[in-house]
């Protein structure tokens, strides 16, 4: 009997174990033939007995059977996540602050020196019926005078007022001032720095002041013509506004009461006013304007009238139209 190993399989070739096998049998003379090499056919169908199966599919767990498997292994990941948020080892995100506003919106609410000068009236905020200058009785009265009482003797009004922005976002409150000498044409030159007091202007809701201040320069734009003009007396001390003429005042932001800003208080100014601009009700916010110098009261006394202490004041309220 040949001692000659078994191949491993029909398509693989003779070993080396097995030709050495082979060549001793052949040499002693007994051996059995050669090993043979698997034919094509035997290799390719050993290939597919050798061939690994695929291994099965397992069926999905249903979502209940999911959660039962998971339910353990989450809560004791819950139970670590929590301990490290104790531990600050986890930073927990935070939305991040706002960003400041470029210029305060309000002032606080105590009197300040306000920027161009003048004092704010911020500890008066909320008080109802404050006036820096004392105003007489029907001072800021609505209706127009009769025609029976002409107004006569100098006069203040205002010309224009509302929110004027800058390119940077901030703003104040802008007034125009205009003053008129009705029943005389004899001029009316007040200080430039109107009795060296300033004016003072006053804004008022229902909840009592929501900006004031005293002690306000005046821009005046006649004297401002006369210096460009070269004139002689336009550096002087006095102004003249006979004629309809006017300044204009400049209310800052510092000058409003905390929680209030300029665009909102101005349009609070205007009066509501139907489709054909008839005013139908007062504006919600009040303002007066008011000043002294020693000028108005002067030229009041040459017309034969109190000199009122050259007090004149001017209010936004205007006659509401009657049915």
């Not at 204009?248 to 139907?274: M, N, Q, R, W």
Request: negative net charge; aromatic residues 4%.
């Amino acid at each position: 009997m040949s001692s000659l190993p078994p191949a491993q399989g029909p398509d693989e070739s003779p070993s080396d174990e097995q030709w050495e096998a082979f060549l001793r049998d052949a040499m002693e003379g007994g051996g059995a033939g050669a090993p043979k090499e698997a034919s094509a056919r035997d290799r390719l169908a050993a290939a597919r007995v050798r061939r690994p199966r695929r291994p099965r599919l397992r069926r999905p767990r249903s979502g209940t059977a999911w959660l039962a498997a998971a339910a353990p292994w989450t809560a004791v990941a819950a139970v670590v996540v929590f301990g490290a948020f104790q531990m600050g080892l986890i930073p927990i995100p935070r939305s991040s602050p706002p960003a400041p506003a470029a210029g305060p919106a309000s002032g606080p609410a105590e009197a300040v020196s306000l920027p161009g000068g003048g004092t704010s009236d911020g500890d008066q905020c909320g008080t109802k019926g404050y006036h820096h200058f004392p105003l007489p009785a029907g001072a800021t009265a609505v209706e127009p005078p009769s025609a029976a009482s002409p107004a006569s003797g100098p006069q203040l009004s205002l010309s224009h007022y509302g929110y004027a922005a800058d390119p940077e976002g901030e703003g104040d409150i802008v007034i125009g001032l205009r003053f008129t000498t009705p029943g005389t044409k004899k001029p009316l030159r007040v200080s430039r720095a109107l009795g060296g007091e300033g004016a003072a202007v006053e804004i008022e809701g229902p909840d009592g002041l929501v900006a004031g201040a005293h002690g306000l320069p005046v821009i005046w734009p006649s004297a401002a013509r006369a210096s460009a003009s070269g004139a002689s007396d336009a550096s002087g001390a006095s102004v003249d506004v006979s004629d309809g003429g006017g300044g204009e005042i400049v209310v800052p932001a510092e000058a409003l009461c905390p929680g209030h800003d300029g665009d909102s208080v101005a349009k609070s100014l205007v009066p509501p006013a139907d489709s054909t601009g008839t005013v139908t009700g007062p504006p919600p916010y009040r303002l007066v304007v008011s000043l002294r110098d020693p000028a108005v009261g002067t030229l009041r006394t040459t017309l034969g009238l109190p000199p009122g202490g050259g007090l004149l004041s001017a209010v936004n309220l205007v006659p509401v139209a009657r049915s």
